[in-house]
Nanobody, 129 residues
Framework: QVQLVESGGGSVQAGGSLRLSCVTSGIISNRFKYCMGWFRQAPGKEREGVAHVNTASSNTYYADSVKGRFTVSRDNAESTLYLQMDSLKPEDTAMYYC????????????????????WGQGTQVTVSS
């Protein structure tokens, strides 16, 4: 059973930084490949993918809106996925979710929310101007 638990959200002023963490259990990355991602959903908007990483290759993928400001990484020893968010903007305000899915590949071609099987409960990020 895969479980994901996010933490690290909070309130910050524009230009500030936050680091989100997603502690995972049930992900056997030394035997299987996974795509792991961070998604966000602002009030009244659809959930969107922010950053993704393949656990086998460490290939990373970013939405254009966060490229150069956000960094996704994974600590296999700690079974934790991170999202370092720098130069935060008010439009980054949203509930952030960690997600995972098993894959047969070393890349994450399909990064839509529909293909992700496992989800955390979310952590709120609020950026004030």
């Amino acid at each position: 059973q895969v479980q994901l638990v996010e933490s690290g959200g909070g309130s910050v002023q524009a230009g500030g930084s936050l680091r989100l963490s997603c502690v995972t259990s049930g992900i056997i990355s030394n035997r299987f490949k996974y795509c792991m991602g961070w998604f966000r959903q602002a009030p009244g908007k659809e959930r969107e993918g922010v950053a993704h990483v393949n656990t086998a290759s460490s290939n990373t993928y970013y939405a254009d809106s966060v490229k150069g400001r956000f960094t996704v990484s994974r600590d296999n020893a700690e079974s934790t996925l991170y999202l370092q968010m720098d130069s935060l903007k008010p439009e980054d305000t949203a509930m952030y979710y960690c997600a995972a899915r098993q894959t047969a590949y070393t890349y994450c071609g399909d990064r839509s929310q529909n293909v992700y099987k496992y989800w955390g409960q979310g952590t709120q990020v609020t950026v004030s101007s």
